[in-house]
């Protein structure tokens, strides 16, 4: 009895930190930061059809039903409480084997934060197995059965392909305030582009090293290019050929206007336009230069 009562005041402590954990996460994302700021972590977030905070609130609300039930058990011996408990845990394990099969066999990439949160899941089944109850083992199968499907229904290797059926394709986010201004300009020109939400490509656009928006991609028979950036991508629907096959010339850059009474020394290699013996002016590019991050916030 004294050893059942130790358990279940474990149980209750690690049910309690989970959901402070989880709130953490979910008050510093409402500030836009983060506890994990691991790669894994933005993928999963950028994975989620609703946002990362929609999969925050179902973690929340799971880990904080576990300490209220940990909570009515100290004090009610009920077993209708401890089948609650244990439903409620096997299902858990067994989201949480969809969670650990997506980044392994999906995105590549661990989420430190959805580990964690295993963690915590995984401790509390044990307690509960070491206080007798044996239902929760149908929550690790679970976990292993769906971690398996993963593994067998999508190997590790598969990749999401680029969609080819337009010959302009862009990829956006609802978050990137530069993306609005293509889309806007695409509808008032009515431009034949296929428009693609970036959080579906993520992975495949990173490893060729693409992990801004906008980007557009071109898929004519004589050119395959990516563009990325507001100003390139309207400056190629501008001034985009009609013909396919057409060739693309790129502007001659303006003559920059020289100033006066600044002497140029022709026979000097090292002058590069400025006074003689000062070193030439830098140019430094514009801070706003009409990307954002494809898994970040940009409004």
């Known amino acids: 009895m004294q050893k ?86 096997v299902v858990s394990l067994a989201a949480e084997g969809f969670f650990t099969g997506y980044q392994a066999f999906r995105l590549h990439a661990a ?5 964690v949160v295993l963690a915590f899941l995984v401790l ?26 993963f593994y067998l229904v999508l190997p590790a290797g598969a990749v999401t392909s680029i969609p080819t059926q337009n010959q302009l394709v862009l990829f956006y986010s609802d978050d990137c305030k530069y993306c609005a201004e293509v889309l806007k300009e695409i509808e008032r020109k009515q431009l034949p582009v296929d ?30 290019i990516f563009l990325t950036g507001r100003d390139p991508i309207l400056a190629y629907l501008n001034d985009r050929p009609e013909e396919p096959e057409a060739a693309i010339k790129p502007e001659a850059p303006a003559k920059k206007e020289e100033k006066r009474g600044v002497r140029k020394n022709r026979n000097d290699p090292f002058n590069l336009g400025g006074q003689e013996g000062l070193p030439f002016e830098l140019v430094m590019p514009p801070s706003d230069d009409g990307i954002c991050k494809s898994d970040q916030k940009c409004d």
């Open 4 to 89: 059942h009562l130790k358990f279940s005041k474990i149980f209750l402590l690690l049910a309690t930190l989970g959901t402070l954990f989880v709130l953490a996460e979910t008050v510093l994302q409402l500030f836009g930061t983060s506890i994990c700021s691991a790669e894994g972590c933005k993928l999963v977030a950028g994975s989620a059809r609703f946002g990362d905070l929609s999969i925050l609130l179902i973690g929340l609300g799971i880990l904080s039903l576990l300490t209220i039930l940990a909570v009515c058990r100290k004090y009610h011996t009920d077993p209708v409480i401890d089948k609650i408990i244990d439903f409620v845990l």
């Open 124 to 149: 509390l089944s044990l307690i509960r197995l070491m206080q007798g109850h044996r239902a929760v083992v149908a929550g690790f199968a679970s976990l292993l059965a769906v971690f398996s499907l």
């Open 111 to 115: 989420c430190i934060f959805c580990l």
């Open 195 to 224: 428009h693609v939400p970036v959080e579906n490509y993520v992975v495949l656009l990173k490893s060729m090293g693409i992990e801004h928006v906008p980007t557009l991609y071109v898929n004519r028979s004589n050119e395959k």
